[in-house]
């Protein structure tokens, strides 16, 4: 064998080499870099297996509303919503969805979404919702509303020592922050923000039509 054709096959022995060892590399932080946001799918992440909902995530017609419990907005929001969620929430093609979304100019907003969190994991999500948003004057804003969310767990039968150990210990804030990594995905940027069937509404008020019709189809 020449000089020539020996240093030929130690240049492609090293190219090789060097392929071998990028695909390594990349290999090992790839998984790294999946992980850094494994859930989102592009644009179109409007509910989660734990997601709280009325109906199924399959439903003909699905509304998703990303909410703050301690906006002022999401509150006025509260009635006229739960009006129109009533109307159809026997209807089998129907199904709405709650998501957080917790706004980092409301002190209480992410201790509320853990009550709420807390007080579903016994089957009270929505009595819990329902009485946030109807006395959130006596809790928004406060140093400590703890007692105020404890009040409400005994006030809808909640195990209590279990709702307050699972607020204090964060137990469910993944879930809130994964919800507000889909909000972010989804481009909320303002509470209450309503998708219907993948749609952003541009008011609340438009639900019951919207939904009317869709189910007419």
């Known amino acids: 064998m020449n000089k020539n054709a020996l240093v030929t096959i130690i240049i492609i022995l090293l190219v090789v080499a060097g392929m071998f060892g990028l695909a390594v590399w990349l290999k090992s932080i790839s998984p790294a870099l999946i992980q850094a946001n494994p859930d989102i799918k592009g644009d179109k992440v409007f509910s989660r297996d734990y997601s709280h909902m009325t109906g199924t995530a399959s439903a003909k017609v699905v509304v998703v509303e990303f909410g703050d419990?301690?906006?002022?907005?999401?509150?006025?929001?509260?009635?006229?919503?739960?009006?129109?969620?009533?109307?159809?929430?026997?209807?089998a093609n129907?199904?709405?969805?709650?998501?957080?979304?917790?706004?980092?100019q409301h002190s209480n907003a992410?201790?509320?979404?853990?009550?709420?969190?807390?007080?579903?994991?016994?089957?009270?999500?929505?009595e819990m919702e329902g009485l946030l948003y109807q006395r959130q004057n006596d809790w928004a804003g406060v140093i400590d509303p703890t007692g105020?969310?404890?009040?409400?767990a005994q006030q809808i039968g909640l195990d209590v020592n279990k709702f307050k150990t699972e607020v204090s210990t964060g137990?469910?804030?993944?879930?809130?922050?994964?919800?507000?990594?889909?909000?972010?995905?989804?481009?909320?940027?303002?509470t209450p923000t309503f998708f219907?069937?993948?749609?952003?509404?541009?008011?609340?008020?438009?639900?019951?039509s919207q939904i009317s019709v869709l189910l007419a189809k």
Request: net charge negative.
């Open 148 to 152: 105020n969310y404890v009040n409400y």
């Open 171 to 190: 137990k469910y804030i993944d879930n809130i922050t994964q919800d507000q990594k889909d909000g972010d995905a989804l481009g909320v940027n303002s």
């Open 110 to 126: 992410l201790s509320a979404a853990e009550a709420a969190e807390a007080a579903g994991a016994q089957g009270k999500y929505w």
């Open 69 to 91: 419990f301690e906006c002022p907005f999401c509150a006025q929001a509260y009635d006229p919503v739960k009006q129109v969620v009533d109307k159809y929430q026997a209807n």
């Open 196 to 208: 219907i069937n993948g749609q952003k509404l541009d008011s609340y008020t438009q639900l019951d």
């Open 94 to 104: 129907f199904s709405f969805v709650f998501r957080n979304f917790p706004l980092a």
